[in-house]
């Protein structure tokens, strides 16, 4: 696939529908296929989160880092990671530096 002029296709390792001036054409992904829109359309992202909107569990997309998790189920896309460990499962979304270290732990 990768449709070029209706003509020429190459092969990739993963299929993405991808939206382009309201068409739905399939794309080349060698990454991973999410952000489902209607449950038809997705767009290839180098990383896969878990997001809550209006009460529903989706896949969004993240170039960065997933975590902040929450009953083991669900992931938000931050830009940096700092741990802030409770009772040894959950880290924290900082935007800022992480820093403090208390021993050696936290």
């Known amino acids: 696939y990768k ?11 993963r299929v993405c529908y991808k939206v382009i001036n309201g068409l739905i054409l399939l794309t080349c992904c060698n990454r991973v296929c999410y952000k489902v829109i209607n449950g038809l359309i997705s767009t290839c992202c180098s990383r896969v989160c878990y997001k809550v909107i209006n009460g529903l569990i989706l ?43 208390i021993y050696g732990l936290i």
């Open 59 to 101: 896949l969004t997309c993240c170039n960065r880092v997933c975590y902040k998790v929450i009953n083991g189920l669900i992931s938000t896309c931050c830009s940096r990671v700092c741990y802030k460990v409770i009772n040894g499962l959950k880290s924290k979304c900082c935007s800022r530096v992480c820093s403090k270290v």
């Open 3 to 13: 449709v070029i002029n209706g003509l020429i296709s190459t092969c990739c390792s």
